[in-house]
């Protein structure tokens, strides 16, 4: 393994390595281990492009907009859920009334599994909601550096 600073030649091939890695949300380890870069140089990188971001005007309100209107569709995702449960329900029920019992528990199976969704999409609104915005984040970074 080369040791010492890049090359301007050698910085452009590695920010062209890593950069579809950053994108995407993978982190500086994974992305060092993947590519074969050193991590410190991979973490040089990634923190300089967060910096960048971080400083875009408008990226704070972003941010905020970005999660308002994820909870919002989460929101209408857990209405759906409700009303197709409500929608099961009833057929189910008149599956039980009718004696038809392989009905009624394809209909219990699929109210089960319509839980286990809401249970999801109620999860992943929580974690959304407790989960600082940017400007929380880079506030906390700020006061503890």
Known sequence: MKRGHPTTFEQENIIRDIMPYYQKGISARATANHTGHNIKTVLKYFKQW????????????????????????????????????????????????????????????????????????????????????ADIIIKMERDNG
């Open 50 to 133: 967060d910096k960048n971001i971080t400083e875009q005007e408008d990226f704070i309100q972003r941010t905020k907009t970005t999660k308002e209107k994820a909870i919002s569709s989460i929101d209408d995702e857990i209405i759906s859920l409700n009303n197709h449960e409500k929608e099961i329900d009833i057929v189910r029920k008149r599956a039980y009334q009718s004696g038809n019992v392989l009905h009624f528990e394809k209909m219990s199976r699929l109210s089960l599994k319509l839980s286990d969704q809401k249970l999801k999409a109620v999860a992943a609104k929580t974690n959304l909601i407790n989960t600082p915005t």
